[in-house]
């Protein structure tokens, strides 16, 4: 697989690119972290620290695709939003899918590890988040 970022500005790609982005910036709240969208049939409202770290993740992805700054700043604000929810014993603060909530989670099996990994250092490696 080709991984590099001028690989993935072929025109082709932006058409999804840009209707993805055109919906999903609606979830990102003030804070930065995007919520669950919807879930169990409702608009949710609340922070979701996965969501966040995905979607920050995305927004780095879609701004080495565009060269759009907007989308870069979309991404920054994502993980700042998560680097301020960091305990100092380097335990993650987990915000909830569904209710406001949150809490320092121990990060101890595969699926925590992969999460927490894309929330934060993922979204700044050099491949992924540069033009």
Not at 16 to 28: I, N, P, Y
Not at 45 to 74: N, W
Request: net charge negative; with cysteine.
């Amino acid at each position: 697989m080709n991984e590099d970022p001028e690989s993935l500005r072929a025109p082709h790609a932006w058409p999804a690119a840009f209707a993805w982005t055109a919906t999903s910036t609606r979830w990102q709240l003030p804070s930065g972290a995007f919520t669950n969208a919807r879930w169990n049939g409702q608009d949710m409202h609340v922070p979701y620290s996965v969501a966040t770290g995905t979607q920050g993740m995305s927004f780095c992805a879609l701004y080495a695709i565009t060269g759009e700054e907007k989308d870069l700043r979309i991404a920054e604000h994502a993980v700042q939003f998560l680097l301020e929810n960091w305990q100092s014993d380097g335990r993650p603060i987990h915000h909830h899918h569904a209710v406001d909530q949150a809490s320092p989670v121990n990060v101890t099996d595969f699926g925590d590890i992969l999460y927490r990994r894309g929330e934060t250092a993922g979204m700044w490696d050099n491949r992924y988040c540069r033009r």
